[in-house]
């Protein structure tokens, strides 16, 4: 089982990069889809939440207005749509499934699958 990400890149600030996070292996059409990120010395963060069906989904604070997350469950796909990009955006980038087993959207303790990353890097 594999997600794998891509999309990431070296973009200006005030520009726009999409995220994809496509899984191998095994459809995750009944799993909540998360997307995580982690700067240097930090520790990984959620960006964004959807659920199985695509009618709920979480944004964190400091991306709200400007990402948006969108899933297509005949592709085994998620995306994140970014917007106005701030250097502060700058993280490498994951991708990751929700276990059934989890209690929180937000721990990332409660994800069972993990992309390898993609690097966004914001330049000011």
């Known amino acids: 089982v594999q997600l794998v990400e891509s999309g990431g890149g070296l973009v200006q600030a005030g520009g726009s990069l999409r995220l994809s996070c496509a899984a191998f292996?095994?459809?995750?059409?009944?799993?909540?889809m998360g997307w995580f990120r982690q700067a240097p010395g930090t520790d990984r963060a959620l960006v964004a939440v959807i659920s199985w069906s695509g009618s709920s989904t979480l944004l964190a604070d400091s991306v709200q207005g400007r990402f948006s997350i969108s899933r297509d469950n005949a592709k085994n796909t998620v995306y994140l749509e970014m917007n106005s990009l701030k250097p502060e955006d700058t993280a490498v980038y994951y991708c990751?499934?929700?276990?059934?087993?989890?209690?929180?959207?937000?721990?990332?303790?409660?994800?069972?699958?993990w992309g390898q990353g993609t690097q966004v890097t914001v330049s000011s």
């Open positions: 292996g095994r459809a995750f059409s009944n799993d909540a």
């Open positions: 990751a499934a929700l276990a059934t087993t989890a209690t929180s959207w937000e721990d990332p303790t409660g994800y069972d699958y």
